[in-house]
């Protein structure tokens, strides 16, 4: 709690201040997780601060809400492109990703339990950035990073908003991004340092190194071979073990690989049936 709360003080996230008059002061909490790799192993517990968004008012504290995120037919597509351009995978994360987007609206919230400051039990917090929870946080950060990339000179695909790539002196970069995700392929280690120095200088953010997990997806790049494999079986394996069904044995998909189907397999009333038969 007290990494969370610090790394909130660092990105000044808010300002304590009393309260207006008719205000609506949202209420936070303090949500726990244990964060797992794609191998299904523990790396760390943490806490963060969240806000109690559905307790804000829409046209008050809140306006536009829609955020995007990369499809995974999307990641699929990069994958392909990368084996087909012979491109390296690479993966960065974004350090509080929420907190780096500047608010829109007034949001008043109270101080986060345990963490209420000293001489100043009355204040409230007026949130500078947002934060998780609220009903605009996913919305304000998605614009935020489009205006980076659109700075960094990137374009943007018409089929999938959050893919974007860029050519720039004979290199090539290709990202999809999952909210502070990112799945990146670029043609060099050269064209890789490039890029993540350029959004390291705007972002804090966490460098992975080579793509071998991203959403829970094991990634397998074999560049000699020219191949890329995705594959979620090490998460799988995990809930297996989670809700201890490792006695479950497995069985076969109902259809058989490669069956076509018709239209007149499809369940039919009686008019159907006669007129079919006529």
Not at 10 to 39: C, F, Q, R
Not at 179 to 193: H, L, N, P, R, Y
Not at 207 to 222: A, I
């Amino acid at each position: 709690m007290q990494i969370e709360f610090n790394t909130l003080m660092k990105k000044h996230t808010w300002d304590l201040v009393k309260a207006p008059e008719g205000a609506n002061i949202m209420d936070s909490m303090w949500v726990y997780d244990i964060k797992w790799d794609g191998e299904g192993n523990r790396i760390k517990d943490k806490a963060r601060l969240v806000g109690k968004g559905y307790t804000q008012q829409l046209g008050v504290d809140y306006n536009e809400t829609w955020a995007g995120v990369t499809r995974l037919e999307s990641v699929r597509m990069t994958a392909a492109i990368a084996t087909k351009l012979d491109l390296k995978l690479w993966r960065i994360d974004f350090v509080g990703a929420y907190l780096n987007s500047l608010t829109k609206e007034d949001i008043y919230m109270k101080q986060p339990e345990g963490f209420v400051k000293l001489g100043f039990e009355d204040h409230v917090c007026k949130l500078i950035h947002t934060i998780y929870g609220t009903m605009q946080g996913a919305h304000d950060w998605y614009e935020t990073l489009t205006e980076t990339y659109e700075n960094l000179g990137y374009i943007t695909s018409r089929a999938d908003p959050c893919v974007k790539y860029k050519r720039e002196d004979g290199g090539y970069t290709i990202t999809d991004t999952y909210t502070d995700d990112v799945f990146g392929a670029s043609k060099t280690d050269k064209e890789i340092e490039k890029r993540k120095d350029k959004m390291g200088k705007v972002w804090e953010i966490k460098d992975v190194g080579e793509n071998k997990y991203f959403l829970g997806m094991r990634v397998q790049q074999d560049l000699r071979a020219g191949r890329i494999r995705l594959t979620q079986r090490p998460y799988w394996e995990h809930v297996i073990n989670r809700f201890d069904l490792a006695h479950i044995h497995p069985r076969n998909t109902p259809l058989p690989v490669g069956i076509i189907l018709k239209n007149n397999m499809s369940p039919q009333t009686d008019s159907e049936r006669r007129e079919m038969a006529t």
